[in-house]
């Protein structure tokens, strides 16, 4: 697999605020937009679109817009597109085509070159960023203080987006009939693996969140929460309710041990010991990699996986990740205010529950 070039500025900078990447080929517009979220620092926190050949790409149930999910960026090849950011203020940006890229064949986008610092998105828009870097050099402005702050924290931190954008490997087109998770699914399974917890995980699907899977749970307790990391569930649970429950990580599978067994494989020159799950054995390979100099290395090779494997599973359960609104729960005072406008006797628990139970299931059918 090779890699499309595209250059990505900003319209109306000056001097151009310009990202040169090399995005794999297989890529979506959803992966198109994660990438210029990545190289310009921003949060996604606005909506967007694209305009490409007469063509409006979104997100799904943007307007008129074409699922970006669903549209391959190679069937855009040579035509510029339009991708505008924050409906309200307005961040216009165009993507221009390069040359391909064979000798790059990666699962993430590539930085290749950049010019300018990165204008942070709470600016509103290109215009006001120049107000601000003016007010910058004005100490009578009204904007004086808030902009001095901005420029101190203006830089473009090279390192800081090459590894955001490795830990967001390209996902392509949604299969059709494909099922989305939010994004949080996607990141609790690699922080997992990175943290190479030994219990499996699961995903919540009532309460839309991640849950680390013990043997055991005090008696009469469902859940409780650890100190850190995400929330538990016992094993019985989890057996009872197999429909709310969906399975992350499978034990024996993503762990430690296969890791190190997959680096050994890898690199037979090593001579490292076979690992099982014992922590004794664990320990003796990691003693191996220190004394040969190799954490560096080892610790890059898992965080490749690591990033990796959720797309894995996803393909094999017919899932695909995605920051949507329209997955999530929704805020509390969305929920309350459905709850009070229902006309029931919201004092009676048993009520509140089944309405709650209600807008979850709405939420999940949208």
Not at 229 to 241: F, L, N, W
């Amino acid at each position: 697999m090779s890699s499309f070039q595209l250059n990505i500025s900003i319209d109306g900078s000056y001097p151009p605020i310009i990202r040169t990447v090399a995005i794999p080929e297989n890529a979506s517009f959803n992966d198109l937009n994660s990438t210029i979220q990545s190289v310009f620092g921003w949060s996604d926190a606005h909506e967007h679109v694209f305009r490409s050949g007469g063509m409006k790409i979104g997100p799904r149930g943007h307007g008129d817009a074409v699922d970006e999910d669903t549209v391959p960026l190679s069937e855009h090849i040579g035509r510029e597109i339009t991708y505008i950011y924050d409906m309200k203020d307005g961040w216009n940006v165009t993507i221009t085509w390069d040359e391909d890229r064979k000798d790059i064949d990666l699962p993430w986008s590539l930085l290749l070159g950049w010019s300018e610092e990165s204008p942070p998105e709470s600016c509103g828009n290109i215009s006001g960023f120049y107000v601000m870097l003016d007010a910058a050099e004005d100490p009578r402005n009204d904007l004086y203080g808030k902009a001095i702050k901005m420029c101190e924290n203006l830089y473009f931190d090279e390192d800081g987006v090459t590894s955001g954008l490795e830990c967001w490997p390209t996902q392509g087109v949604r299969p059709e009939g494909s099922e989305i998770l939010p994004q949080g699914v996607r990141m609790a399974i690699m922080g997992n693996i990175l943290a190479f917890h030994k219990e499996p995980m699961v995903y919540d699907i009532d309460d839309l969140e991640v849950r680390v899977v013990m043997d055991r749970a005090p008696r009469g307790v469902k859940v409780k929460r650890r100190d850190n990391g995400p929330r538990t569930v016992s094993a019985a649970s989890v057996s009872i309710e197999p429909g709310r429950y969906l399975p992350l990580s499978p034990p024996g599978i993503v762990n430690m041990a296969s890791f190190m067994n997959g680096y050994s494989t890898e690199y037979p020159e090593l001579e490292l010991p076979h690992v099982e799950p014992e922590q004794g054995s664990i320990d003796g390979f990691m003693k191996k990699i220190a004394e040969k100099e190799m954490g560096a290395h080892f610790d890059r090779y898992v965080f490749d996986r690591a990033s990796l494997f959720p797309f894995e599973w996803a393909r094999n359960h017919g899932y695909y990740f995605k920051d949507c609104h329209d997955v999530e729960l929704g805020s509390a005072m969305d929920m309350a205010r459905m709850i009070q406008e229902s006309g029931e006797d919201v004092d009676d628990p048993e009520v509140v529950d089944r309405l709650i139970e209600r807008y979850m299931e709405d939420r999940r059918s949208l």
